[in-house]
């Protein structure tokens, strides 16, 4: 994000323009809630400010979760903290459990966090800034293969030790990585980019 600060005008217009009904902006380095008035007419703005862990440097992490206000009533914020919010999202018949997470490369708490939802919520989704890159990883069953949709594309290739550590958290459950895995992201596209490079740490599970 360089912190949700230095977003300009044309950063908010460009998200309303995808007409989100729900959105999460993570690593926002915020303390105060810096939100665009029309996000605030539009959307109801949970948020989590950054924080530091001395009295010098800069403060780290914080979000900024939007839901669209016809959507509000099916929506019931189930738990909060530093690293993610997960929400209860109720239409019809449909009942999901959907975690937005950040969680840092120096967070020690990656294994437990994952594991931890996906032992409470057999039908749940995860999406956010997890700093884990799996290449082409995909663990699919039989009915993927039947159904010739098994192969998930990636335009980063490389594992890094959090993306093995996720991989093994992955493997004989049926959750899927659908990054890369969806008509909307069939070439599996970076999500990060600087001067540095280019990856794929943002994973929706």
Not at 32 to 54: C, D, G, V, W
Not at 68 to 96: D, P, R, S
Not at 105 to 121: E, G, M, R, V, W
Request: aromatic share 8%; charged share 25%; with cysteine.
């Amino acid at each position: 994000m360089e912190g949700i600060n230095n977003k300009t005008a044309i950063f908010y217009e460009d998200l309303l323009q995808h007409s989100p009904d729900i959105f999460f902006l993570c690593e926002t380095w915020h303390t105060k809630q810096p939100i665009h008035s029309q996000l605030k007419n539009n959307f109801k703005i949970t948020e989590q400010p950054a924080t530091r862990t001395s009295d010098r440097g800069r403060f780290k992490g914080g979000y900024i979760l939007g839901i669209a206000k016809n959507l509000e009533k099916n929506v019931n914020i189930m738990n909060q903290n530093n690293e993610c919010i997960t929400i209860k999202l109720e239409i019809g018949n449909l009942n999901n459990i959907v975690t937005f997470m950040y969680l840092s490369p120096a967070a020690n708490s990656f294994k437990d966090t994952i594991k931890n939802f996906l032992d409470q919520h057999k039908n749940g989704i995860i999406i956010g800034d997890l700093n884990a890159r799996v290449g082409h990883y995909q663990n699919y069953d039989i009915s993927d293969l039947a159904n010739n949709n098994i192969k998930r594309e990636s335009k980063d290739i490389k594992i890094n030790s959090r993306g093995r550590e996720l991989m093994k958290i992955l493997n004989g459950t049926d959750f899927k990585i659908l990054t890369g895995y969806t008509e909307s992201d069939v070439e599996g596209e970076f999500t990060f980019c600087n001067t540095n490079g280019s990856s794929v740490i943002d994973l929706c599970i």
